[in-house]
């Protein structure tokens, strides 16, 4: 039994006094801040944290994050935490239990699941983009299309506005459900957007288009970009508007060095095009695995 083997640890709800340090665990993670979490401690030689679960419902779905120190067994710890989430997600009524976070193709959790009885649900596409290259791009088809953006149209950051503003504009692609959305947009979120790069598309009163992103390191994740226009000359003109109100904020040669983007693997490609417009390069498909309760 190596130093990091979690074979003696225990699960349990962490203090109150001890919640920051359990957080500090998700810090890259996406998870909102109703969550529940619990606690994986190894006793030996002295008590520490090694890991650590954070579950939410939505509707009767529980949704789950896992977490652990470097050099920790996430095949043996992972198990011993999905249990006891499972265990309280079925007392709290839920039906089913979902990964939270998209996992990877490689990613080192992807087998915990599995071993856990979780089965594929859907998977997304994944994109990244230098950043340097997203800001010339946009800068230049931003110029170049200088006369064909509508005196109409104007982005405005999402601090501005409740997240109840873009709900109708997102619901129909499945990107993110209300209640994450709501969570993530509130200013002191853990794990939130970003509230000035964040922007909604205007045409004078009314909003058709929504990018939310947030920031981890030095990596900007759009979870949602969303432009509700059925002719596709207009649906581009919005989304380079949309990426300009960041352009205009962020200059490259700054801490961040690339951008994230998701779509569907079959639903929602308006966000593929664009990544790949943007000279991005998909990276390995990601997945959602559902538990029946």
Not at 3 to 15: K, V
Not at 92 to 106: R, Y
Not at 185 to 197: I, K, N, Q, V, Y
């Amino acid at each position: 039994m190596t130093e990091h083997s979690p074979a003696r640890a225990s699960i349990r709800e962490p203090l109150p006094t001890e919640i920051e340090r359990v957080a500090h665990l998700f810090r890259n993670a996406l998870i909102t801040r109703s969550a529940r979490l619990l606690v994986a401690l190894r006793h030996q030689p002295i008590e520490r944290f090694i890991a650590a679960a954070a579950w939410w419902p939505e509707g009767h779905t529980g949704h789950v994050q896992l977490a652990c120190q470097p050099g920790v067994s996430r095949a043996e710890i992972g198990a011993l935490l999905l249990n006891a989430v499972a265990e309280a997600a079925r007392c709290e009524g839920m039906k089913t239990l979902e990964n939270a976070d998209l996992l990877a193709e490689d990613s080192d959790w992807l087998e915990v699941f599995r071993q856990g009885g979780f089965e594929p649900l859907r998977s997304e596409r994944s994109f990244e983009v230098p950043y340097r290259t997203a800001w010339t791009r946009v800068m230049q088809l931003r110029e170049k299309y200088q006369a064909l953006f509508p005196s109409s149209w104007r982005t405005e950051p999402i601090r501005l506005y409740p997240p109840e503003t873009v709900f109708e504009l997102i619901a129909p692609h499945c990107l993110m459900p209300p209640a994450q959305v709501r969570d993530h947009w509130r200013a002191d979120s853990f794990t939130g957007f970003e509230l000035d790069l964040s922007c909604i598309l205007f045409e004078s009163d009314r909003p058709f288009g929504a990018f939310l992103l947030r920031r981890s390191s030095d990596v900007l994740y759009v979870d949602v970009q969303v432009v509700r226009e059925s002719n596709p000359r207009l649906r581009s003109l919005g989304d380079i508007l949309m990426l300009y109100h960041d352009a205009q904020r962020l200059a490259p040669g700054g801490p961040i060095q690339c951008i994230h983007f998701r779509s569907g693997a079959t639903e929602h490609r308006q966000t593929s095009n664009l990544a790949l417009r943007m000279g991005g390069r998909e990276l390995g498909r990601r997945y959602v695995y559902s538990r029946k309760l």
